[in-house]
T-cell receptor, first 117, second 115 residues
């Protein structure tokens, strides 16, 4: 069975601190996709990144970076120099690449990040 | 602007009543989804539709019903059979089921409270 674990329920940092959100996943598939979504107070989830299981290169987008390590089944998300606008709930998700369930994303329980000025 | 519109944003219901949540998209997406979010529980899939006139049960479909008569619309009915209906409901869409982009587009959600 597929599972996504976000062990950090809530994190609180002061503006300009770096923060890493952890994501550990379980799957028997050899090909799969991993995602991060952001849920601001307005409620809608916003797509941040998708990574397929064959691509272990780290990715950087502005202040955001992602570290994918298949050896530890982790897909961690780091925000550098955090800002108040980064305050949100962040979800990690997993989907299989084949088999008919590609559209069914398995979400972790989310990590609530609070960035204080 | 293209996007997903959910209504109402807040809804109160008495026990024993059915209620329908609206979800409309103008993104021309084939696939649509309904998720339920409870505090500390993440998102759980209720129903999904890969294409118009088709829908499938997700992980927690009991007590819910859907229809997909139009590509743009995917309403969710929370029936009186749903034991714990108080929750935040999110509608989403994607280009198609299992699209290589994998990106889901979400509405702003509907918060249902049963009194």
């Amino acid at each position: 069975a597929q599972k996504v674990t976000q062990a950090q329920t809530e994190i609180s940092v002061v503006e300009k601190e770096d923060v890493t959100l952890d994501c550990v996943y379980e799957t028997r598939d050899t090909t799969y996709y991993l995602f991060w979504y952001k849920q601001p107070p307005s409620g809608e989830l916003v797509f941040l990144i998708r990574r397929n299981s064959f691509d272990e290169q780290n990715e950087i987008s502005g202040r955001y970076s992602w570290n994918f390590q298949k050896s530890t089944s982790s897909f961690n998300f780091t925000i550098t120099a955090s800002q108040v606008v980064d305050s949100a709930v962040y979800f990690c998700a997993l989907s299989e690449a084949y088999g008919g369930s590609q559209g069914n994303l398995i979400f972790g329980k989310g990590t609530k990040l609070s960035v204080k000025p | 602007d293209g996007g997903i519109t959910q209504s109402p944003k807040y809804l109160f219901r008495k026990e024993g009543q059915n209620v329908t949540l609206s979800c409309e998209q103008n993104l021309n997406h084939d696939a649509m989804y309904w998720y339920r979010q409870d505090p500390g529980q993440g998102l759980r899939l209720i129903y999904y539709s890969q294409i118009v006139n088709d829908f499938q049960k997700g992980d927690i479909a009991e007590g819910y019903s859907v229809s997909r008569e139009k590509k743009e619309s995917f309403p969710l009915t929370v029936t009186s059979a749903q034991k714990n209906p108080t929750a935040f409901y999110l509608c989403a869409s994607s280009i198609d089921w299992g699209s290589v982009t994998g990106e889901l587009f979400f509405g702003e959600g509907s918060r249902l409270t049963v009194l």
